[in-house]
């Protein structure tokens, strides 16, 4: 595609279900990251990969966030046992540098209720 | 540490008028500094860039951003507001590498007729 897609667009859950947030880069893009946004918040960063490699996953909150990607591409993020307080939009942006340039292109994002 | 403050977290104007979004950084490093703008369901979009360069940058759709070290300041301006800016804005300050920029809580800007 065109633009970094992000899905679902919107994800309503109970709190302690697992919730899958799926990025699909633009093509060509090596470097992946995923923030988050809550009301009233800045853009909170979470996780950068670098090719399949995350070597930055410090911002993840707790052990109840995961990401991967594969192939170089598709990235998934995982929350287990969400909480409440999980509740905002998780935003990819890809980018096509190998160096931090930080020039990132995003994609709309999803917004996760947990009721 | 870095931060970012966005001193307005509204701003309205008449279209026409110019437009002046203030983003205040700080950084122990020589610093890249960035404004994006979000659109109502969009992605966010890159603005404009700084890094070490010329200290007024410009960007797309006609705005520009002036670096003053001294101030420790990165204002977003824009000399004639159209319908099409109505958005929130974010500064955003990365520094020693940008795999981690730092983001300003957004200036909602209201364009009015």
């Known amino acids: 595609g065109a633009g970094v897609s992000q899905s679902p667009s919107n994800k309503v859950t109970e709190k302690g279900k697992d919730v899958e947030l799926r990025c699909d880069p633009i093509?060509?893009?090596?470097?992946l990251y995923w923030y988050r946004q809550s009301l009233g918040q800045g853009l909170e960063f979470l996780i950068y990969?670098?090719?399949?490699?995350?070597?930055?996953k410090s911002g993840l909150p707790s052990d109840r966030f995961s990401a991967e990607r594969t192939g170089g591409s598709v990235s998934t993020l995982t929350i287990q046992r969400t909480q409440q307080e999980d509740s905002a939009v998780y935003l990819c942006?890809?980018?096509?540098?190998?160096?931090?340039?930080?020039?990132?292109?995003f994609g709309e994002g999803s917004r996760l209720t947990v009721l | 540490a870095q931060s970012v403050t966005q001193l307005d977290s509204h701003v309205s104007v008449s279209e026409g008028t110019p437009v002046l979004l203030r983003c205040n950084y700080s950084?122990?490093?020589?610093?890249?500094l960035f404004w994006y703008v979000q659109h109502p369901n969009k992605g966010l979009q890159l603005l404009l860039k700084?890094?070490?360069?010329a200290t007024l940058v410009k960007g797309i759709n006609g705005f520009e951003a002036e670096f003053k070290k001294s101030e420790t300041s990165f204002h977003l301006t824009k000399p004639s507001a159209h319908m099409s800016d109505a958005a929130e804005y974010f500064c955003?300050?990365?520094?020693?590498?940008?795999?981690?920029?730092?983001w300003g809580l957004g200036t909602s800007l209201a364009v009015n007729p």
């Open positions: 955003a300050v990365g520094a020693g590498n940008n795999r981690k920029l730092i």
């Open positions: 950084s122990s490093y020589s610093p890249s």
């Open positions: 700084y890094t070490s360069a």
């Open positions: 093509s060509g893009h090596t470097a």
């Open positions: 990969f670098q090719g399949n490699s995350a070597p930055d």
């Open positions: 942006a890809s980018s096509p540098s190998r160096t931090e340039t930080g020039e990132l292109f």
